[in-house]
């Protein structure tokens, strides 16, 4: 009993760390948000502290991994020499994983909760010496390293620390990414060899017209800065900011296009699919082609919309997985709540019948049944989780037809992603990309498993994640 | 009654005591609409064609700029002919404060501030004594119920309430909500077509509820959901699980439309028609002013057949019900006093009590006041 209570527990924070970015929802705020999770950090981290440095290992956010690798580093005092050992390598490696300026802004957050054990100093020496390119982080992100230096102690060589802590005395610099920055102060040519957010402080110093500049940074923009850039430097007529979005990752493209107006999205159509196709084959990889008939039932009802802050990310995720799915099955059918067929133009708007489509989906009969949706069934409330149970239970006890619930959003009142049904196994989802590993972990949420199949489970991951052998 | 044709009721949305019930038009009616002047300055809703014929209405309490100078509310809901449809409404001109005014400059709508509306529909109703019992005050005799306050609550304060409006999700085809808190029917909004509603869905906020309302807002729990249940014993195959969930929306809307929305739909109303144009009748309801069962007041556009187009309603909290029952029967009996207490079966200074305790007590003479108190002195 209590193993498959920790088995329910782990599974309950796996689903908010894969989900939850402490970030306002459609439901619920910011602050709700934030407290709920901390409080499952807080939970698994003094109840099942092995556990809660393995879940570094799933594909958890980024914000998550941030919090877990901090907490343990608050609380090493707690941990035994070999739990020590276990958790500095599986967060060394997260470190090397997480993009780097939410690895400066975890050093910066240790500094402020003044945590400086030697296993800290380590760990940020370490990760530091890895960086490819001290003198372009100097750049880049120069505030956040002179902390961490300052923090662990370091000696950074050559012309870095008289960069970092005296940028003044030096006439000139060897380094060329040094120089550039020190030219960059009086000469507006050589700003333009600076990766983008350094540079748009010194174009707005030399007042540089925003379309000028777009148009000649645009070599340095970063795969997702040209993303994010490419509707505004448009708008200016900044023709040379041009993202190849065949290349972008399949949940952004989608959130990108759902960005764009009705009618861009309608007039740019071959091309936006074309895009959102080639991401998802890529995505697929070899299990392309391999699910059999699948049938999608895809929330676009008006809480897709999400907040402010998440702008339309679970219909995005939707969306993302609506492409996915067509790459991975042989047979495939969506079901859009909203009665809507043509996916590139969906918006997030109407009530959530979704017990009604659950039962258009199982009418066709398909091999899988993925649901990615909110949870929160409201046209009449509950029916989708009683047709699902009814259907389990009663004419489908035999598992012919696989349903999974995906769900893109953290309830914080439930402390857990919302469930249609306890018979239907529910995971919470960040990005469409985790899909294929997410139906695999999602069947321990069925109850069935206890803790010692989820425990090898994660071993299994952990040492995939360490890069060994297993 | 109130004939709710044309409607349906949909499922239930709750969010903490409040309780959301959609209504949905199967056939949107299109020749009556929101003044396009409305829509062009606060939703930027692209005209209609300048030659289609169609009527339009402004609800009470509306605030624009309209064609003239200073943003003023329309005056009472109105009724526009396709002839007319630059008329300027009946309006009242409104004062802001430096920084209200400067927020009306950006062309938002807004509701009027709290009592004003209010005050407005009661008003309307009550125009004081008609025939000049010598118990009445010379006051009473000349400026009626005038100053008559009555005090209610904008539905910010309404805890929960704006939460509620914020994640409520918009039917296809919606033309209406009824608004329970606390399961009490708060208010009953309808327009005639989905992009009206869809354009005044949150004006709910700047509504007007009466102080039961607030109160149950205040220390209501929250209101369960009407979940779906199926009874797993009659599912042999999916057609009947298709029936089973079918069923259970037929049985929400019997059961809504029977219990929860029965003391707005089966009071008996009296009405006021205040204007009729083309097709459509405004008229202003008032209810029969029965104790203890929910009383609402509001105004109602309906076509030739009955069918209601619009439809806003205030429910009136169990002292402004009091007080409406006594003037009605005091109306009813030609504001005599002997006649209204028979009617009420009280006796006169009982009568003058209950006049005084609802707030009427300037209406009556003082030397007829202070005759009454001495003779309830005596009797008790």
Request: hydrophobic residues 45%; charged residues 20%.
């Given at each position: 009993m209590a193993d498959l209570i920790a088995a329910d527990d782990v599974l309950l924070f796996v689903n908010a760390a894969i989900t939850s970015t402490g970030q306002r929802e459609f439901h619920s705020g910011a602050e709700e948000q934030g407290l709920s999770l901390g409080f499952l950090h807080r939970y698994l981290l003094v109840n099942y502290r092995d556990l809660?440095?393995?879940?570094?290992?799933?594909?958890?956010?980024?914000?998550?991994?941030?919090?877990?690798?901090?907490?343990?580093?608050?609380?090493?005092?707690?941990?035994?020499a070999e739990q020590r050992r276990a958790e500095g390598r599986l967060i060394a490696r997260r470190l090397e994983l997480l993009p780097p300026q939410r690895v400066y802004a975890l050093f910066r957050e240790l500094r402020r909760a003044r945590v400086n054990n030697r296993r800290t100093r380590a760990i940020m020496r370490d990760w530091l010496a890895a960086r490819p390119d001290p003198a372009f982080d100097a750049v880049k992100y120069r505030g956040a390293v002179k902390d961490a230096v300052r923090h662990a102690h370091l000696r950074p060589d050559g012309e870095l620390g008289p960069f970092l802590f005296a940028f003044r005395r030096p006439a000139a610099y060897t380094t060329p990414i040094l120089e550039t920055w020190r030219r960059a102060h009086y000469d507006q040519t050589a700003l333009y060899a600076l990766p983008y957010t350094v540079a748009?402080?010194?174009?707005?110093?030399?007042?540089?017209?925003?379309?000028?500049?777009?148009?000649?940074?645009?070599?340095?923009?970063?795969?997702?800065?040209?993303?994010?850039?490419?509707?505004?430097?448009?708008?200016?007529?900044?023709?040379?900011?041009?993202?190849?979005?065949?290349?972008?990752?399949?949940?952004?493209?989608?959130?990108?296009?759902?960005?764009?107006?009705?009618?861009?999205r309608a007039r740019r159509r071959g091309e936006l699919t074309e895009a959102l196709r080639a991401s998802a084959r890529r995505t697929a990889g070899d299990q392309a082609g391999r699910w059999g008939r699948v049938v999608a039932v895809l929330d676009d009802s008006f809480s897709a919309y999400g907040s402010g802050t998440k702008r339309r990310r679970p219909l995005a995720v939707a969306l993302a997985c609506h492409f996915l799915l067509e790459a991975l099955a042989a047979d495939y059918t969506p079901l859009w709540l909203s009665g809507r067929d043509d996916?590139?133009?969906?918006?997030?708007?109407?009530?959530?019948?979704?017990?009604?489509?659950?039962?258009?989906?199982?009418?066709?009969?398909?091999?899988?049944?993925?649901?990615?949706?909110?949870?929160?069934?409201?046209?009449?409330?509950?029916?989708?989780?009683?047709?699902?149970?009814?259907?389990?239970?009663?004419?489908?006890?035999?598992?012919?037809?696989?349903?999974?619930?995906?769900n893109p959003v953290y309830d914080a009142d439930g402390f857990d992603v919302r469930r249609l049904t306890p018979v239907v196994p529910t995971a919470g989802i960040r990005d469409a990309e985790d899909l294929v590993a997410l139906t695999e972990l999602a069947r321990f949420a069925e109850g069935r498993t206890g803790l010692p199949e989820l425990r090898a489970h994660l071993d299994r991951r952990v040492a995939a994640f360490l890069g060994e052998d297993t | 009654m109130i004939e709710p044709a044309g409607l349906t009721t949909r499922p239930a949305q709750v969010w903490g005591g409040v309780r959301?019930?959609?209504?949905?038009r199967e056939t949107p009616i299109e020749d009556l609409r929101l003044d396009v002047r409305l829509h062009d300055a606060d939703f930027g809703v692209v005209a209609v064609d300048a030659r289609t014929d169609y009527w339009s209405y402004i609800p009470h309490g509306y605030v624009a700029t309209w064609g003239d100078d200073a943003p003023a509310a329309a005056y009472g809901t109105q009724l526009l002919s396709p002839a007319e449809r630059t008329r300027t409404p009946d309006r009242m001109a409104l004062r802001f404060h430096r920084r209200m005014a400067r927020r009306v400059a950006k062309n938002r709508l807004r509701f009027l501030p709290l009592h004003l509306a209010l005050e407005g529909y009661l008003a309307l109703h009550f125009g004081g004594p008609e025939i000049a019992w010598r118990e009445w005050s010379h006051r009473a005799i000349s400026h009626g119920l005038s100053?008559?306050?009555?005090?209610?609550?904008?539905?910010?304060?309404?805890?929960?309430?704006?939460?509620?409006?914020?994640?409520?999700?918009?039917?296809?085809?919606?033309?209406?909500?009824?608004?329970?808190?606390?399961?009490?029917?708060?208010?009953?909004?309808?327009?005639?077509?989905?992009?009206?509603?869809?354009?005044?869905?949150?004006?709910?906020?700047?509504?007007?509820?009466?102080?039961?309302?607030?109160?149950?807002?205040?220390?209501?729990?929250?209101?369960?959901?009407?979940?779906?249940?199926?009874?797993?014993?009659?599912?042999r195959s999916l057609a009947d699980l298709r029936a089973e969930a079918a069923r259970q929306r037929e049985e929400w809307t019997a059961f809504h439309d029977e219990v929860m929305a029965g003391g707005l739909l089966g009071a008996d109303y009296t009405y006021e028609h205040v204007y009729e144009l083309g097709p459509y009748r405004l008229s202003r309801f008032l209810p029969p002013f029965e104790r203890r069962r929910d009383n609402h007041i509001g105004e109602l556009i309906t076509d030739e057949s009955g069918q209601v187009a619009y439809l806003k309603t205030f429910r009136l909290s169990e002292n402004q019900v009091r007080r409406g029952h006594l003037l009605t029967v005091l109306a009813a009996n030609d504001w005599s006093l002997p006649g209204t207490a028979a009617a009420l079966g009280v006796t006169e200074p009982e009568l003058g009590r209950r006049i005084e305790n609802a707030g009427f007590g300037h209406l009556l003479r003082q030397d007829v006041r202070d005759h009454y108190r001495a003779r309830r002195s005596h009797a008790g």
């Open positions: 809660y440095a393995a879940t570094l290992a799933l594909d958890i956010n980024d914000h998550n991994a941030a919090l877990i690798v901090r907490n343990l580093l608050v609380t090493a005092a707690e941990a035994d748009e402080g010194f174009a707005a110093k030399h007042r540089i017209p925003r379309a000028a500049f777009l148009e000649r940074i645009a070599p340095r923009l970063t795969r997702l800065e040209r993303l994010r850039l490419q509707e505004s430097a448009r708008e200016r007529g900044a023709g040379a900011v041009r993202a190849d979005l065949t290349t972008m990752p399949l949940t952004r493209l989608a959130s990108y296009v759902l960005g764009l107006s009705l009618d861009e996916a590139l133009l969906v918006h997030p708007y109407g009530a959530t019948p979704l017990g009604e489509r659950v039962l258009d989906g199982l009418d066709l009969g398909p091999d899988r049944l993925v649901i990615v949706s909110d949870g929160w069934d409201n046209a009449p409330p509950g029916l989708a989780g009683e047709v699902l149970r009814v259907w389990r239970t009663r004419l489908d006890p035999g598992h012919t037809c696989g349903v999974v619930h995906l | 959301l019930v959609p209504l949905v100053p008559r306050v009555e005090e209610a609550y904008t539905g910010a304060v309404v805890r929960g309430l704006d939460d509620a409006l914020r994640v409520f999700e918009i039917h296809a085809g919606q033309c209406g909500v009824l608004l329970y808190v606390a399961d009490a029917l708060a208010s009953a909004f309808v327009v005639p077509r989905p992009a009206d509603y869809r354009a005044l869905h949150g004006t709910l906020l700047l509504d007007l509820y009466g102080e039961l309302i607030y109160h149950y807002a205040m220390l209501s729990m929250p209101v369960p959901d009407f979940g779906a249940r199926i009874a797993d014993a009659n599912v």
